[in-house]
């Protein structure tokens, strides 16, 4: 009965989340139904389920779960995280119990005063969570007994400092380790990390005093993931000592002070999958150190200085599958060398200087699955030049200049899930050229003024729709009964319009039960 041991311990963050979605959070004792997401039909939970809640429903009444067997107990703990019923109190009942995870991130009220029971479970524990917490240096101190834990997650632990990095440099076993956004660690406290020599995935974002640590890291020869997103005092002088982390796969490096002089650092690293320079001063030049960097799968250039005869270095990179130029310089003239890229799945082209006549060198990346295009320079015309991009599944055409005439071109996507335009110029007859996306899920049609009751009525046979926005049109109230068939709707926005919040709670409650989000409210 090894099922609690079976959770993923590599990733570098977890999300909070209990086992059993079917039991409401708020701690209930009514059991609540699941649904299919694919036919809507009631899951009849299994006969441990039903056992399990309903001990967590009575948690506090008992002394020890000892006894029973450890995937088990570790179901009951699960389950009173999720439901938000264990306490400090109830917390010595699973004392002496086998349990491999303990997963209390974001939950409230725990503090240096849990960890003793905590960390009681020893070389058993394998991971834990405990982001978000009010934990400190001193209750960090009895986890050097769980020297077989081989992931930690400390994010927002700000009272956590260079000492209590110190109480973890004995785990030797430890192969996730997440710090996120913490100001009391240093460049001297991350020498502790020096000898976690089985450490593959680290996250230091937003650790804003760690500049100079990185030569801690030099012998973490095993580092595959490295996260130092917004640490805003990490410069070129950081980037020398990486250039040794030769199995680096992940390199988070927005909103660094990183220049072209620090990217010339990574020519090396062979084996980086995907690399992040979002909002950093780099430009073309830093391109040219990358070229060689062949195994690369993502690349993030949002915001850099970077213009159309920079796109030559990328040229090479055929292995690339998602590439963010967002908000750089690049034009028409750029584009024709990501041609070439016959593995691109994500392409983001948004605030740039592109036009209608650069997408023709877009029409041969079969495999595109995103396209962002919120560019006011597009029009109808360029919308013309991708239809054989059929594979399509989310096209971003937001600030972009798409009539009636343009939305004929949008019959070609037949697997579009997400869509969006709002530049003003659509018409009920151009919602029409919409209305046999059958895949659709999320719909941004809002700012299009001349869109009416009509539209709503059109849309009526996008049944798969979970999004949708039509605010800054003409829809009435009279309108809503048409969207009574989207029953998997759980976000409805129509502000700016003659719709008020009531009508829109009153079509919730009769009709729409899955409705969460809604504007106006």
């Not at 579009?416 to 941004?444: F, H, P, W, Y």
Request: include cysteine; charged fraction near 20%; proline fraction near 2%.
């Amino acid at each position: 009965m090894g099922g609690s041991s079976s959770r993923n311990r590599s990733a570098p963050v977890r999300e909070h989340r209990g086992i059993y979605r079917r039991y409401s959070r708020n701690g209930s004792s009514k059991w609540q139904a699941t649904f299919d997401d694919k036919d809507g039909k009631a899951i009849c939970p299994s006969l441990m389920e039903l056992c399990t809640y309903k001990i967590c429903q009575q948690v506090h009444q008992y002394d020890t779960f000892s006894m029973l067997p450890g995937d088990i107990s570790q179901l009951i703990f699960d389950e009173s995280v999720y439901s938000r019923r264990l306490t400090w109190n109830n917390l010595e009942a699973f004392r002496g119990c086998v349990l491999h995870d303990i997963d209390l991130g974001e939950y409230p009220g725990v503090d240096d005063s849990w960890m003793e029971a905590i960390f009681s479970h020893g070389s058993t524990l394998l991971s834990a969570d405990l982001s978000g917490s009010n934990v400190t240096d001193c209750g960090l101190v009895h986890i050097k007994k769980c020297v077989n834990v081989e992931a930690l997650n400390l994010n927002f632990c700000d009272q956590i400092s260079d000492v209590g990095l110190d109480h973890i440099k004995g785990l030797l076993n430890l192969t996730t380790l997440s710090l996120k956004r913490n100001k009391n660690i240093t460049a001297e406290g991350m020498s502790a990390l020096s000898g976690l020599v089985n450490l593959l995935n680290l996250d230091l974002e937003r650790c804003t005093s760690i500049y100079g640590g990185l030569v801690h890291l030099r012998c973490l020869s095993k580092l595959q993931a490295l996260n130092l997103n917004c640490c805003n005092c990490i410069t070129d002088a950081d980037m020398e000592p990486l250039s040794e982390l030769t199995n680096l796969k992940e390199l988070q490096l927005s909103s660094t002070k990183v220049t072209d002089h620090g990217v010339v650092f990574l020519k090396g690293l062979h084996k980086l999958a995907l690399l992040n320079m979002e909002l950093c001063c780099v430009t073309a030049a830093c391109l040219d150190s990358l070229s060689g960097l062949i195994n690369l799968e993502s690349l993030n250039l949002d915001s850099c200085i970077i213009r159309d005869n920079g796109l030559v270095h990328l040229a090479g990179l055929h292995r690339l599958k998602c590439l963010e130029l967002s908000d750089t310089l690049v034009g028409s003239n750029g584009l024709r060398h990501l041609s070439g890229l016959v593995n691109l799945e994500s392409l983001n082209l948004s605030f740039t200087a592109i036009t209608d006549g650069g997408l023709k060198h877009l029409c041969g990346l079969s495999t595109l699955k995103s396209l962002n295009l919120d560019v006011r320079q597009i029009t109808d015309t360029g919308l013309e030049a991708l239809t054989s991009l059929t594979g399509l599944t989310h096209l971003d055409l937001f600030c972009a200049h798409i009539t009636e005439a343009g939305t004929i071109h949008l019959r070609n996507f037949k697997n579009l899930q997400s869509l969006e335009i709002c530049g003003g110029g659509l018409t009920d007859a151009g919602v029409a050229n919409i209305k046999d996306l059958r895949s659709l899920m999320l719909l941004n049609l809002s700012q299009n003024y001349c869109l009416t009751d009509a539209s709503l009525e059109l849309i009526a046979g996008l049944t798969q729709l979970v999004s949708l926005n039509l605010s800054d049109s003409r829809v009435t109230s009279a309108g809503l009964q048409h969207l009574k068939p989207l029953k998997k709707l759980k976000s409805l926005s129509l502000e700016s319009t003659e719709v008020t919040a009531n009508d829109i709670k009153s079509l919730q409650e009769n009709d729409l039960p899955n409705l969460v989000t809604f504007r106006p409210e």
